[in-house]
Each structure stands twice: as structure tokens, then as C-alpha cells.
């Protein structure tokens, strides 16, 4: 997930370097702390009939500043940092080395850390662009150093989001994560020679637990038919005290967008947990984010996690690809594919996820969508701008990255026609109504109305016959293809109302007798409409004429101008004579609340949120209509004049 990731192919290099006898010392300073430092495991219970539970990694800054001479002339050089930051994206041409007169910004001595699974460096900035500095380092794993790694800026949140807004001026780099690595050197070069403000090193502990080693097991047997198994937040120990917002969603998904985390790949099963606790303490911590960026995880051994919060069925806005977070989804593979392809069993778990959940939006995986740029730093592309790319794409297609990787990205292809393979199990949305949008009866004389007010209406020769009560505006619905049907409000992509089913190839009809059937492949009925009460819910249709709308404050007054009919602010409808006290009232107290004469003949009170306060319960009379009478009485009348309802 970097932004203007530069490979860094040395010539002639060696992958492994200096032995553990450079290692140092860490400066004098004590390192801040943040959470528990790597707080223990219950020691109850074995690793086989361990519970997940809540694991907190402790987070550690240490300030950066100055050079260490010594260290500087005798570590192995780091790559010229001015061939770093002139390097295009997805190059592979080698790169020299710094040379003495090249003197870094920053330059530490090899630091000698508690066991770590994330670090990388963060700074503030306030210029509203990806920053210019160039940060290297190398970490010590098993006794043994590495390759010096560019670590490119973190992109990731769109401009205005809840996460760009958590992390207001910080600016932080991608985490190099590790299962083992227990030392780190950095090197920081910056154009001006000076360094930012607020440089600081962040590492996150490699805090374990016992429950590691079966969280995949568990998935799998809470997997359901259709899905496939995917560890849990709960199952991978997510400490949910750490996120600072609440998901957001997009009206729905066209494109899965491919990443990798840059880490080693030799990490063992049970360290994958523990990698992706790293990963979202450093995204929350040190990005600044208020939760974990990607959507989903996988792991080279075919392991699928669930990342940001929000529902994995559901389109949830991640922190993934800058500019290009509405309408997509990321997965990242845990590794580094600059030249390392992903094993078997992870493109395996790539296609699956991706195929199921581009599936429940009706989507192929095989086929071409345009996203709509936000703009932003990461990408090069403007605010606005219609991008045509693949609906299995790499980060890369979106923004200034090399993301995922060099030996990775051309078999982006080839995932796409394994991930349609999912379609046949998952197949895609059967139907979706978008709001005003209607599904009639073969003769016509029922419809279903996805109505502009949010609810989902079936109506009749009559009037209306069956509500979901959905009152939300600007809602729509979809018959998913796993099975079931929902109505999403498109605000924050949370369900309004659903038939809870599930099933494979289901389809809906409007049949002529005014039921709707929602019909599995099989042709099992899923779900009806016999059997519910006529009008389960208040319908709210304003395609018809309002007889009356009173917002709160206003008045309707008797011809006379003897009686008052006042919907007041604080929610409570109430009629008034020209002198003393109320006369009548719903004594419902609901600030903001609203009067409207409905089309179908029912009188309501609606909260601002759409929802029912108060209702006269007055359903198939179309063209009903209030009077405040002379006698000062509130009377509801049908069309040819006979009462309906008086006070």
C-alpha cells in the first residue's frame, strides 16, 4: 500500500549483509509508549482450546534526529537516495548506492528493539501533498541484517474523510512488518537537508496469543454457504478500542483493488494474526487512521481476514487507495511480490474474496468499470476524473505506487478469470431498484415501487397492499447473490430492512395475484408476502398530492380562524381553540417532527429521520383529505365526503 514505492534492485547486491555485531545500543531517550506493551496471552488454556480474545499491541515513537557518524561509515551503504526519489514507479532498474557525500538528514545506529511486527516513520505536514523525503531501512531477523528497503508514504485515505481528518498533518510511511525481527537502522534524507517536524520512529510489538494458531479453523467452521471463511476481527484479536469512527459505506462496489503489505514471506501460519493486529495498531497509530485501511487480508497459506470494521458483505469504505476509496475494495496479501510471486494457496484466497464480493453487486471479475478520482496527493489523477480499469485491478491502475508488486501484477489477469469461477457458487445481484425505480406484476395490476422516501411498497389495484417499512430517502434495493433481499440506505450503506435469507441464484417476482416471491434457484420460496398484516408499516408515497404538510412551527387554521392546528418544534401535534388550553394533541414529543396528509389516505407524524411518530391509521383512501372544521375538529374525510376519522 505505498505511494510512490520505488523498487530497489542494487546492483550486485547481496540480499543479507553485516552480521549482529554492528548492532548497537539505542540512543539515550526513552521511547514513548502507547497501549500495553505487548500485553500477554491469558495463560489459561492451551493453543487448542484457546478463545479468541482482544490482543493490544504496545506502540513505542522514538524521536529521530542527527547522524551517528560511526554508524554511517561503517554500515553497508543504502541505496543513492536521489535515484530513490527520481525512480518511477514499478521500475526495475538497478540502483547505486549513497555515497560519503551524500549526507542523510537522519542516520541511525543498528537499534536494538523488543521483538516488533510493524515499524515505520511518521512526521507532520502541512502542505496537503505526499512529502518529499526519502526513508530507508533494514531490520535485523534470526541474528541476520537486511537489504536496505525504501519505505514509501502511506497513501490510503480520500481528502475529507473521517481518516484524513484523524490524522490531520501526520504523515507517516508504509510499515515494514515482520514475524521476527527484534532491530532496525534508519536512514531519512529530505531535499532541504532539514529534517520535518515531529520525525519520529513508530514500532508496534509483536504481541501474540494463544488463540493465533486456530483462527483460521474457526472461520472456516462459522463460514457459511456461498461465503468464504474469513477470520473475524474477533478471531484475529482485534482490540476495537483503538478505532476512532464508525464505518462509512458506498452505494455499492465495482472494483476489488489488489495490494501487498511489503513484509517478509516466511512468516509461519500462526504468525498471520499477529501480523495483522501489527498492521492495524501501526494504520491507527501511526497513519493516523481510525481503523485499518485495507478491507480484507490474505495470507500464503490461504488464510482470508477481515479487516476494516463495517461487515464484510456490506461496501465499506476502507483507507486503501487514496482518491479511489467509493466504490472499491482492498485486499492486500501479507508479503512482498517485488519479485516474489504469491504462493498458490494465496491467490486462491485472492480470488475467492474477490469473486464473492464483487458477486453480491451483481459484478464480473473478468470485466471493465470507471471509477470517479477524489483526487488527493496519491493519485495522478485529478478530483473528478472518470478512470476506466479492470474490476480486478492493482492499486497501481489508481494510484503512484508499484503496489503489488512487480512479479505480482501482471498475473492481476489470471485472478480475475479464477475469481469468476466464485460466480457460479455466488451468483450476482438479480435485481436492483434504484429510488423511484418499479417492478410490475405480468398484467400489470401490481408493482413493487422502490419509493423516493425509502420504502419498498407493493401496490395494488387498491392502493397499497404490503410495506417493508424502510422510510429512508433516497434508499434502494437489492436482491443479492447470496440469497437475500435488501434495502440499503445509500447515505451510509446500512440495511433498512432485509428478508434474512440466503440462497444461490435466487430471483424476485411480482406475481399477479399481489404476492411477491423471492424464489431460489431451486425454486424454493425464499420468503413471501402472505401471511404479513395488510399495512405492517405506515407508506409514505410522495409521488402523490399532499393534502396537507405542516413542517415543525407551522399552523393550519379553521375558516373561521377560531381553531389552530399546530405541528409545534418540540414534536407534538395540537390542536388549540382561540382561547385556554389544548383541545386535542398526539402527545408526541419528538423535536423537528413533521404533519403530512398523505397521498394514500393516511395522516402522519414523521420524525426528522423519516420514522413514524404518529399515525391516524387510515389506509386505501386515496384522496382522503383533513379538515380543521369551524366546530374545531380535526376530520379526516374520504373522497366523497363521508367521515374517515374525527377528534
Known amino acids: 500500500m505505498s505511494t510512490i514505492r520505488r523498487t530497489v534492485v542494487a546492483a550486485g547486491a547481496v540480499a543479507l549483509a553485516v552480521a549482529t555485531s554492528l548492532g548497537a545500543a539505542a540512543p539515550a531517550g526513552a521511547m514513548a509508549t502507547t497501549g500495553s506493551a505487548g500485553r500477554a496471552p491469558a495463560a489459561a488454556g492451551s493453543a487448542a482450546t484457546a478463545a479468541p480474545h482482544s490482543v493490544s499491541p504496545g506502540v513505542h515513537r522514538r524521536p529521530l534526529a542527527g547522524v551517528d557518524a560511526a554508524a554511517l561509515s561503517t554500515t553497508p551503504p543504502a541505496f543513492d ?3 530513490v526519489s527520481r525512480q518511477a514507479p514499478a521500475s526495475t532498474a538497478p540502483m547505486g548506492r549513497a555515497s560519503v557525500k551524500q549526507r542523510p538528514t537522519v542516520f541511525t545506529p543498528p537499534l536494538d528493539l523488543p521483538a516488533f511486527g510493524a515499524a515505520g516513520v511518521s512526521w507532520s505536514d502541512t502542505s496537503g501533498r505526499a512529502a518529499d523525503l526519502v526513508v530507508q531501512v533494514r531490520i535485523r531477523e534470526h541474528g541476520g541484517w537486511s537489504e536496505w528497503q525504501d519505505l514509501g508514504v502511506a497513501d490510503g485515505a480520500d481528502p475529507g474523510s473521517a481518516d484524513s481528518r484523524a490524522a490531520g498533518s501526520r504523515i507517516a510511511t508504509e510499515p515494514i512488518t515482520s514475524a521476527s525481527a527484534d532491530g532496525l537502522q534508519v536512514r531519512v534524507d529530505s531535499p532541504s537537508g532539514a529534517a520535518p517536524t515531529g520525525l519520529e520512529l513508530v514500532t508496534v510489538d509483536r504481541a501474540t496469543s494463544t488463540a493465533d494458531a486456530q483462527a483460521g479453523d474457526a472461520a472456516a467452521q462459522a463460514g457459511t454457504a456461498g461465503r468464504p471463511a474469513i477470520v473475524t476481527r474477533a478471531q484475529w484479536g482485534a482490540d476495537e478500542s483503538l478505532r476512532t469512527c464508525t464505518a462509512s459505506y458506498s452505494s455499492t462496489i465495482k472494483a476489488g483493488l489488489v495490494h501487498h503489505t511489503v513484509n517478509s514471506n516466511s512468516y509461519t501460519k500462526a504468525d498471520s494474526a499477529a501480523l495483522v493486529r501489527s498492521i492495524y495498531a501501526y494504520h491507527v497509530n501511526g497513519n493516523g487512521w481510525c481503523d485499518m485501511g485495507y478491507n480484507f487480508l490474505v495470507d500464503r497459506y490461504g488464510q482470508i481476514f477481515e479487516g476494516r470494521a ?5 461496501p465499506v469504505v476502507g483507507a486503501q487507495a487514496g482518491g479511489f476509496n467509493t466504490n472499491t475494495f482492498g485486499v492486500s496479501g501479507i508479503g512482498d511480490f ?3 510471486t504469491p504462493a498458490s494457496a494465496m491467490l486462491a484466497a485472492y480470488a475467492a474474496v474477490i469473486g464473492w464480493k464483487l458477486s453480491l453487486h451483481g459484478v464480473d471479475p473478468q470485466a471493465k468499470t470507471v471509477l470517479i478520482s477524489g483526487g488527493g496527493p496519491y493519485t495522478p489523477y485529478p478530483a473528478g476524473t472518470a478512470v476506466t480499469v479492470r474490476t480486478t485491478s492493482g492499486h497501481r491502475d489508481v494510484d503512484s505506487t ?16 479464477q475469481a469468476a469461477r466464485y460466480l457460479t457458487t455466488s451468483s450476482p445481484a438479480s435485481l436492483t431498484l434504484s429510488a423511484g425505480q418499479t417492478l410490475d406484476s405480468p398484467d400489470g395490476r401490481y408493482r413493487l415501487a422502490m419509493q423516493v422516501d ?3 411498497v407493493v401496490y395494488g389495484p387498491s392502493g397499497a397492499v404490503w410495506a417493508a417499512g424502510s422510510t429512508m430517502p433516497a434508499s434502494y434495493f437489492v436482491v443479492q447473490g447470496d440469497g437475500n433481499a435488501v434495502v440499503y440506505d445509500r447515505t451510509d450503506g446500512s440495511p433498512r430492512w432485509a428478508s434474512n435469507t440466503s440462497g444461490t441464484s435466487s430471483h424476485l417476482e411480482m406475481q399477479n395475484d399481489g404476492n411477491l416471491v423471492l424464489y431460489a434457484g ?3 420460496v425464499l420468503w413471501d408476502t402472505k401471511g404479513y398484516a395488510r399495512h405492517p408499516t405506515v407508506m409514505f408515497d410522495p409521488t402523490k398530492t399532499f393534502v396537507m404538510a405542516l413542517a415543525p412551527g407551522q399552523v393550519a387554521t379553521s375558516p373561521n380562524q377560531g381553531y389552530r392546528l399546530a405541528m409545534q418544534p418540540d414534536g407534538n401535534l395540537v390542536e388549540y381553540g382561540a382561547t385556554g388550553p389544548a383541545l386535542w394533541a398526539t402527545a408526541t414529543f419528538v423535536a423537528g417532527s413533521r404533519l403530512v396528509q ?4 393516511n395522516l402522519v407524524v414523521y420524525s426528522p429521520e423519516n420514522r413514524l411518530v404518529w399515525s391516524s391509521a387510515t389506509f386505501d383512501n386515496p384522496g382522503a383529505f383533513t379538515v380543521l372544521t369551524d366546530l374545531g375538529k380535526v376530520t379526516l374525510y374520504r373522497m366523497d365526503g363521508t367521515v374517515l376519522l374525527t377528534t
Not at 463495517?310 to 456490506?314: I, K, L, T
Open 81 to 83: 537516495p536521489s535515484a
Open 310 to 314: 463495517g461487515g464484510v458483505d456490506r
Open 338 to 340: 517485488t519479485t516474489a
Open 402 to 417: 508499484d503496489c503489488p508488486g512487480d512479479a505480482f501484477y501482471p498475473q492481476l489477469t489470471t485472478l480475475g478469470t
Open 454 to 456: 425509502g420504502n419498498l
Open 522 to 524: 431451486s425454486g424454493a
Open 598 to 601: 398523505q397521498g394514500d389516505g
